[in-house]
Structure formats: structure tokens, C-alpha cells
């Protein structure tokens, strides 16, 4: 993570997610795994250090979960795109 630890803050409802943090590499698939609901249409969970941030597609910050068990990263997967589809 850039930075490592010392660079963390904690997520905050309307804050912008840094980019680094909206890669496939940390977007969680199964977020029930983790006892997350399931995102609406154009959002997603990504992991964040060690919670879990609800995002819509800008990387806006809608919701989070703190200190998250994650022990098995067999949900990690390519994210489905997180924009409303267009008629």
C-alpha cells in the first residue's frame, strides 16, 4: 500500500477512495464471505487496509466495515462494472 501503515485514515462516508485502492487486485467479488451485504447496481466493495469500503463508480465513499477478517481471499475476482447499465 503506498505509504504502509503510517498513510491510513479511516474511511469516511463522502470521502473519495484513493485510486490505488479501486484495482481488481482488492476488489472483494463474494462480499458475503465477509458478512457484507451485497452491493446495489454501480457499487462495490474494495478492501482498504484491513476494512471494507462500499464505493460507488467516482470511488466515493458510501459505506464501510472496520477491521475485517481476511483470512481467505478465495473471493477475490475481476469486478463486474460498477456503472448503472444504459438502455
Same mark, same amino acid.
Given at each position: /500500500?503506498?505509504?504502509?501503515?503510517?498513510?491510513?485514515?479511516?474511511?469516511?462516508?463522502?470521502?473519495?477512495?484513493?485510486?490505488? !485502492?479501486?484495482?481488481?487486485?482488492?476488489?472483494?467479488?463474494?462480499?458475503?464471505?465477509?458478512?457484507?451485504?451485497?452491493?446495489?447496481?454501480?457499487?462495490? !466493495? @474494495?478492501?482498504?487496509? $484491513?476494512? /471494507?469500503?462500499?464505493?460507488? $463508480?467516482?470511488?466515493?465513499?458510501?459505506? @464501510?466495515?472496520?477491521?475485517?477478517? !481476511? +483470512?481467505?481471499?478465495? +473471493?477475490?475476482?475481476?469486478?463486474?462494472?460498477?456503472?448503472?447499465?444504459?438502455?
Amino acid at each position: /500500500a503506498p505509504g504502509g501503515r503510517q498513510a491510513y485514515r479511516g474511511p469516511a462516508r463522502g470521502a473519495m477512495l484513493p485510486p490505488y !485502492w479501486i484495482q481488481p487486485q482488492f476488489y472483494i467479488a463474494d462480499p458475503q464471505v465477509y458478512g457484507l451485504p451485497s452491493p446495489p447496481p454501480g457499487q462495490g !466493495w @474494495s478492501r482498504y487496509y $484491513d476494512d /471494507a469500503v462500499l464505493t460507488d $463508480d467516482q470511488g466515493r465513499i458510501l459505506d @464501510s466495515r472496520r477491521n475485517v477478517a !481476511w +483470512d481467505d481471499d478465495s +473471493d477475490r475476482g475481476p469486478p463486474p462494472p460498477r456503472h448503472a447499465a444504459k438502455d
